[in-house]
């Protein structure tokens, strides 16, 4: 093998995301599927998410409006790091790369790698659950959903919302990590 040839472990992965985008597309004709899927990626769009900051900001007493400004912030950061990797990367999004993936929702921006929805949905969810425990299970179903949606919709491969399952953790976690000395007194 020469140094430059890629891994056969990334060779069969990359022939095994646009199969899946493929089967993922198909499945989309079904219009329950396709209105299902499109109702959530919608709401993944920061609808869902910037009404659960209000919510909890409103009802959840001090705690809320931190965790909501945490994840306000937390967000934010998430914007930046995809957006970054979106300009360098540069990946093209399965619609655009194979005709027989059909996108069944408008992309909103160019490029397909990470995924924005699943960075920001994996992120928000762990800031909230660190906050509010009793949320994680509407909030983690909700956040696989909107992975799903993703690629289901033809916007994404499996390995651009792999991708930002990680990163979201991470970010969730550093985001966690890093306000949880000073807001103790709060807790």
Do not use: N
Not at 52 to 69: C, S, T, W
Not at 84 to 103: E, G, M, N, Q, S
Not at 127 to 142: D, E, G, H, N
């Amino acid at each position: 093998m020469t140094p430059s040839a890629p891994l056969p472990r990334w060779k069969a992965l990359q022939a095994f995301d646009p199969r899946l985008c493929r089967t993922a597309s198909r499945w989309a004709a079904r219009s329950r599927v396709r209105r299902g899927f499109g109702i959530v990626s919608r709401l993944g769009d920061g609808g869902f998410w910037y009404g659960l900051m209000l919510v909890l900001a409103a009802f959840g007493g001090a705690r809320g409006i931190v965790a909501a400004l945490q994840m306000l912030v937390t967000g934010f950061v998430a914007w930046l790091i995809y957006r970054t990797l979106k300009l360098h990367t540069r990946r093209l999004r399965p619609f655009r790369a194979h005709p027989d993936v059909i996108a069944r929702a408008a992309a909103l921006d160019e490029f397909s790698f990470p995924s924005g929805h699943t960075l920001h949905a994996v992120s928000f969810t762990v800031v909230a659950v660190s906050w509010f425990p009793f949320l994680a299970l509407p909030l983690i179903v909700f956040t696989v959903l909107v992975a799903l949606s993703r690629v289901v919709l033809g916007l994404h491969y499996p390995t651009d919302v792999l991708a930002g399952v990680v990163i979201g953790a991470a970010l969730g976690a550093a985001s966690i990590w890093s306000c949880s000395l000073p807001l103790l007194s709060i807790a």
